[in-house]
């Protein structure tokens, strides 16, 4: 039984953020199952909060399982930006209607390594 979104008991927040990251590892999963192969994928508790606070400037708090940090950008993003802010407004839209819904969004896990360098 595999099981993503509102409907499990992940003890994180319930965000489009948790979910796109839970429909990778859910992906990657049925694949291997009807490979016959051994599951491996594992959900890290990835969700993300993006917090309003000023005018046109945003926190984007990105963490998983215990209050682990997991932020995709190489900055700090517990810093107010505007770039974050536009990110929200502008490409974060999009990403939803027509990569999450579509099944074709699976969270940010590999912009996240290529903006670490492969670090993270």
């Given at each position: 039984v ?27 999963n ?11 994928g594992?959900y890290?508790?990835?969700t ?11 926190v984007?708090a990105?963490?998983?399982y215990?209050?682990?940090?997991l ?7 517990a ?5 974050t802010?536009f ?6 839209p ?5 990569g ?16 670490h360098l492969?670090?993270v």
């Open positions: 595999f099981a993503i979104g509102d409907c499990n008991s992940c003890p994180t927040g319930k965000t489009a953020a948790k979910v796109a990251a839970e429909s990778g590892v859910l992906y990657e049925i694949q291997k199952l009807m490979k016959g192969e051994k599951l491996s594992s890290n508790g990835y993300s909060c993006p917090l309003t606070v000023g005018d046109n400037k945003l984007l990105e963490f998983g215990d209050g682990a940090i932020e995709t950008f190489p900055f700090n993003q810093n107010p930006m505007w770039l802010y990110l929200k407004k502008e490409v974060m999009p990403l939803y209607w027509h999450l819904i579509k099944g074709t969004w699976r969270g940010p896990g590999v912009f996240r390594k290529l903006a492969g670090t």
